[in-house]
């Protein structure tokens, strides 16, 4: 596998794994504790809904995706001896 593909599936990995755990969290967040607050005051409306962390899954995955491609041609452009002279 070639080195940008398998860092551009790193980094969807990682904003699945964010996802999921951004899903969960939510959800039992919200049906326990805000429900139970809410329940408290007569003016609360509890609503729970998925539309935001939905809409913010694509820009995640395409950033995710995309940095460390364009981090990688970056560092690609240079001789290994100058990549080297980097790290010290």
């Known amino acids: 596998m070639v080195q940008h593909q398998m860092l551009m599936y790193e ?6 794994l ?13 049906l326990t504790v805000v429900r139970t607050m809410g329940a408290e005051l007569s003016y609360f409306t509890w609503h729970f809904t998925l539309l935001p962390v939905i809409l913010c899954v694509f820009p995640l995955v395409l950033i995710t995706a995309l940095v460390p491609l364009v981090c990688y ?16």
């Open 73 to 88: 041609n970056k560092m690609a452009r240079k001789t290994v001896v100058e990549r080297l002279r980097m790290a010290e």
């Open 18 to 30: 964010g996802f999921l755990c951004s899903l969960i969290l939510s959800v039992a967040g919200s």
């Open 11 to 16: 980094g969807i990995g990682y904003s699945a």
